[in-house]
């Protein structure tokens, strides 16, 4: 199914695209285009993306990976994952409300809360729907 999209580094004209998929999530917008890796369907239309927010030597952290509702189910946002897993060596993010399960079925496990850098954990610290959003911090590896 991969042939109905490709990856690609995201450009500047990108930003309001990627900022309106952020928000129909209620996420904040994206500073910037830095370290984001979008998803472009045959059309050219962005389809979702992926932001590396911190990375330390070998460990990508992600924040956030987005992917539009009609484009899901496609493979989109396991091809997102493994295009970071393969720059990275190592993800790791929170799974917020019901994405554990996404994650687990790429291979993702349970870490502790220390292993997530601060600038994702602490988007946790304090929020308003922390008990309904239920974070969990995850991590993989390459195989």
């Known amino acids: 199914m991969e042939s109905l999209f490709t990856l690609r580094p995201a450009r500047e004209d990108d930003l309001p695209t990627i900022n309106a ?20 369907s045959e059309a050219g239309d962005v389809v979702g993306f992926v932001r590396i927010a911190a990375e ?11 992917v539009y509702s009609t484009w899901r189910g ?6 997102l994952m493994d295009d970071a897993l393969a720059r990275y060596g ?6 917020r409300g019901s ?3 996404f994650y687990r079925a790429l291979g993702f496990h349970e ?10 954990a602490d988007d ?3 929020c308003d729907i922390h008990d309904e959003c239920g974070p969990t ?7």
């Open 74 to 79: 496609y493979g989109v946002g396991r091809a």
């Open 21 to 40: 998929f952020a928000a129909v999530e209620g996420m904040a917008d994206l500073p910037s285009i830095d370290r984001v890796t979008v998803a472009e």
């Open 111 to 120: 870490v502790p809360w220390d292993q997530i850098g601060p600038v994702i």
């Open 90 to 95: 190592e993800l790791r993010l929170v799974s």
């Open 56 to 66: 330390e030597e070998g460990v990508g952290h992600v924040n956030p990976i987005v």
């Open 99 to 101: 994405s554990l399960g």
């Open 124 to 126: 946790c610290n304090g």
């Open 137 to 143: 911090p995850v991590a993989r590896t390459r195989d």
